[in-house]
């Protein structure tokens, strides 16, 4: 530019800058598509991992593991770009490049970015700045699963907590007492998915222990498997049999799965000793429980936690900064009336009353920073 400005001619002609293929950049932000199509988040990036293995794909970012995203400042992650000789190659490489992006410790719009890159609409370029309130008028509710894909998820999270049993029957050094090999090949689970709670049957298809790390026992020569077993298994669900297959290496944040042929790779996010788990499945979160069929059974006598009558309390939706408070105790509000004002990362958020009633309590005041989920007003 100061080159052109003082007269100089350009050093390149147009017609030696052809256009060679098609690149497309998504913007990863730190923010919760399913609120307002992204309300920002904050927290330390606990697991950090970009998706440079894959070709073709470029990251341009100023974060790393372990970086804090905070109120103050804008809650971009990065700007991810995949290039291809055509249009439907380099969304393909983004819809790939967005699958192996690993973020923890923060909400993130991969979820929302995937779904609006494989819409149809999207991939014809019928676009335009009116397009999520019209694809979701409803807001962005996450990827509908098909009845197929609802099987794979469901096959996928049967398989990896029978992996996850066989991989705990492993024992790191040689006990001095002999422990009796388990004979088991199948198992009869419940998994619990959104409404629904399916009954899914897994086989071992011929499975074998294999390692990333391997360690030698002390008395032994031998190598011991730790945290990976290559196995093919043989899932049951809604009356379809599927094969799945993969290394299940329980270590690795990216796990690379094959149904029937059809290669996804998943996240698993959380689990614990109540079978709830949240898997990363085609862009969205899934929550799930698998449980046995006799824990299942069980279940049914557990009390379920009573839910809160959100519309008589007022909580933040996002962290921030409270600037403004409209409201004191005794008055009288109609519902969608402005009670606060939430401020974080360049935005102002109007937090409006559920409902018609009289303030009851008041719990933040100007200046105050707050949380996602705290507590702000009560209505009576």
Same mark, same amino acid.
């Given at each position: 530019?100061?080159?052109?400005?003082?007269?100089?001619?350009?050093?390149?002609?147009?017609?030696?800058?052809?256009?060679?293929?098609?690149?497309?950049?998504?913007?990863?932000? *730190?923010?919760?598509?399913?609120?307002?199509?992204?309300?920002?988040?904050? $927290?330390?990036?606990?697991?950090?991992?970009?998706?440079?293995?894959?070709?073709? +794909?470029?990251?341009?970012?100023?974060?790393?593991? &372990?970086?804090?995203?905070?109120?103050?400042?804008?809650? !971009?992650?990065?700007?991810?770009?995949?290039?291809?000789?055509? %249009? *439907? =190659?380099?969304?393909?490489?983004?819809?790939?490049?967005?699958?192996?992006?690993?973020?923890?410790?923060?909400?993130?719009?991969?979820?929302?970015?995937?779904?609006?890159?494989?819409?149809?609409?999207?991939?014809?370029?019928?676009?335009?700045?009116?397009?999520?309130?019209?694809?979701?008028?409803?807001?962005?509710? /996450?990827?509908?699963?098909?009845?197929?894909?609802? %099987?794979?998820?469901?096959?996928?999270?049967?398989?990896?907590?029978?992996?996850?049993?066989?991989?705990?029957?492993?024992?790191? /050094?040689?006990?001095?007492?002999? +422990?009796?090999?388990?004979?088991?090949?199948?198992? =009869?689970?419940?998994?619990?998915?959104?409404?629904?709670?399916?009954?899914?049957?897994?086989?071992?298809? &011929?499975?074998?222990?294999?390692?990333?790390?391997?360690?030698?026992?002390?008395?032994?020569?031998? !190598?011991?498997?730790?945290?990976?077993?290559? *196995?093919?298994?043989?899932?049951? #669900?809604?009356?379809?049999?599927?094969?799945?297959?993969?290394?299940?290496?329980?270590?690795?944040?990216?796990?690379? +799965?094959?149904?029937?042929?059809?290669? %996804?790779?998943?996240?698993?996010?959380?689990?614990?000793?109540? $079978?709830?788990?949240?898997?990363?499945?085609?862009?969205?979160?899934?929550?799930?429980?698998?449980?046995?069929?006799?824990?299942? =059974?069980?279940?049914?006598?557990?009390?379920?936690?009573?839910?809160?009558?959100?519309?008589?309390?007022?909580?933040?939706?996002?962290?921030?900064?409270?600037?403004?408070?409209?409201?004191?105790?005794?008055?009288?509000?109609?519902? /969608?009336?402005?009670?606060?004002?939430?401020? *974080? !990362?360049? !935005?102002?958020?109007?937090?409006?009353?559920?409902?018609?009633?009289? +303030?009851?309590?008041?719990?933040?005041?100007? /200046?105050?920073? #707050? &949380?996602?989920?705290?507590?702000?007003?009560?209505?009576?």
């Amino acid at each position: 530019m100061i080159r052109v400005a003082k007269g100089y001619p350009l050093r390149h002609k147009q017609a030696d800058i052809p256009i060679n293929g098609w690149a497309v950049e998504c913007r990863v932000y *730190a923010e919760d598509p399913y609120k307002s199509f992204g309300l920002p988040s904050i $927290g330390k990036l606990s697991q950090y991992q970009e998706p440079l293995h894959l070709p073709s +794909v470029r990251v341009d970012s100023g974060i790393q593991q &372990g970086s804090d995203i905070s109120i103050y400042y804008d809650p !971009m992650i990065s700007k991810l770009i995949t290039y291809g000789s055509n %249009r *439907a =190659e380099a969304l393909k490489r983004m819809e790939e490049a967005l699958d192996n992006y690993v973020i923890r410790g923060v909400t993130h719009n991969i979820s929302l970015l995937r779904e609006v890159i494989i819409h149809p609409r999207f991939v014809q370029g019928d676009i335009s700045t009116k397009f999520l309130p019209e694809v979701y008028p409803d807001g962005f509710k /996450g990827h509908k699963l098909t009845d197929l894909e609802r %099987r794979e998820l469901l096959a996928t999270a049967a398989s990896l907590y029978v992996a996850e049993q066989l991989r705990s029957q492993r024992f790191l /050094g040689t006990p001095r007492i002999p +422990v009796a090999k388990s004979q088991r090949s199948s198992w =009869e689970l419940s998994v619990h998915l959104e409404d629904g709670v399916y009954p899914v049957a897994v086989s071992k298809n &011929g499975s074998s222990f294999s390692l990333n790390k391997q360690t030698k026992n002390e008395n032994s020569q031998n !190598m011991i498997p730790l945290d990976k077993i290559a *196995a093919t298994f043989k899932v049951e #669900v809604d009356g379809m049999k599927l094969n799945v297959t993969s290394e299940w290496n329980l270590a690795s944040p990216l796990l690379s +799965v094959t149904i029937d042929g059809t290669q %996804r790779t998943i996240q698993r996010l959380s689990r614990n000793a109540s $079978g709830n788990t949240s898997i990363q499945f085609l862009g969205t979160v899934y929550k799930l429980q698998i449980l046995t069929k006799v824990a299942a =059974e069980l279940s049914k006598y557990m009390p379920e936690k009573a839910t809160e009558d959100t519309s008589s309390v007022l909580r933040s939706p996002m962290p921030g900064t409270v600037v403004a408070v409209s409201v004191k105790p005794g008055d009288t509000v109609s519902e /969608g009336q402005e009670i606060c004002v939430i401020e *974080a !990362m360049k !935005m102002q958020n109007s937090m409006p009353a559920a409902k018609t009633g009289k +303030v009851k309590a008041v719990h933040c005041k100007v /200046g105050d920073t #707050v &949380g996602e989920g705290d507590l702000l007003v009560e209505l009576e």
